[in-house]
């Protein structure tokens, strides 16, 4: 079978028939314009398998590295705010759960506070204050940016 490639280079593609104990077993071969004969599988690795690894590997460090710089920014942004207290009402909670291959799950608790002048801001809880609070309960809300630091509520 004649092809012609993209640099209008003569390329034939031939299958080898070889037999082995697992039944039969195709080689695609390239024979380019001069002669050689090369196996497909050399031209994937000569090129192809080495960019998109290249380009995997890059995709998934900048990846990671958003993330790391993302979190830096906030946790500095947190720091630099100011320490507030104020009255607010637990209007929602909400869970989210992540599970991964190894049957294992992780969850993240979110409360959502209404202060008195009718903002909402929803903060990250951990477990323990995530199951203290109740829709409805009322108190002083105690936060930093987006850092919960603790919710006193009014008896």
């Not at 695609?28 to 090129?47: D, L, N, Q, T």
């Not at 309960?137 to 603790?150: E, I, P, V």
């Amino acid at each position: 079978m004649e092809k012609w490639g993209r640099n209008g280079e003569k390329c034939l593609w031939k299958r080898k028939q070889n037999v082995k104990k697992t039944g039969e077993f195709y080689d695609i071969v390239r024979v380019g314009i001069h002669g050689e004969v090369r196996h497909m599988m050399e031209y994937f690795f000569m090129g192809g398998f080495e960019i998109m690894f290249l380009m995997v590997f890059v995709l998934i460090f900048g990846m990671i590295l958003v993330m790391i710089v993302r979190g830096i920014g906030e946790w500095g942004k947190n720091n630099r705010s100011p320490r507030l207290d104020v009255s607010a009402t637990v209007v929602s909670k909400r869970t989210h759960t992540m599970r991964n291959q190894n049957h294992t799950s992780s969850s993240s608790y979110y409360v959502t506070f209404q202060v008195e002048s009718g903002d909402r801001m929803e903060l990250r809880l951990g477990g323990r204050e995530y199951g203290l609070l109740a829709e409805g309960d009322k108190g002083k809300l105690h936060f930093q940016g987006t850092r919960y630091l603790g919710f006193d509520r009014n008896w």
